[in-house]
């Protein structure tokens, strides 16, 4: 449905920084919603940042820390995360929702995942 190009993503000291990227490509589909979720160790995955309609909105642990973003087209949105925490440590997946020209939602669609390690 969408190819997915995640980067960015490595290890960092604690109050470190570091910016994902997630490239799109290869779908007909229209994309509303882009997010980004991560998941720890022995956790389950949650979502940390979703950008819909222009509006932001953030897992409460993350605001005024980290920041989504998107181009213009669509075809890549970014989560720049800034002061980041060791219990931040975990695998961050970038997602999107699909619908067709009709407006039909189709589904969403999940990238490989990239590695954020936080540890001094």
């Known amino acids: 449905q969408v190819q997915f190009t995640e980067s960015g993503g490595g290890s960092v000291e604690p109050g470190g920084s570091l910016t994902l990227s997630c490239s799109l490509s290869?779908?007909?589909?229209?994309?509303?919603?882009m997010a980004w979720y991560r998941q720890a160790p022995g956790k389950e995955r949650e979502l940390v940042a979703a950008?819909?309609?222009?509006?932001?909105s953030y897992t409460d642990s993350v605001k005024g820390r980290f920041t989504i973003s998107r181009d213009n087209a669509k075809t890549a949105f970014y989560l720049q995360m800034n002061s980041l925490k060791p219990e931040e440590t975990a695998v961050y997946y970038c997602?999107?929702?699909?619908?067709?020209?009709?407006?039909?939602?189709?589904?969403?669609?999940w990238g490989q995942g990239t590695q954020v390690t936080v540890s001094s």
């Open positions: 950008i819909t309609h222009g509006a932001n």
């Open positions: 997602n999107v929702h699909l619908y067709r020209p009709n407006g039909d939602y189709v589904g969403n669609s």
């Open positions: 290869g779908t007909t589909f229209s994309i509303d919603v």
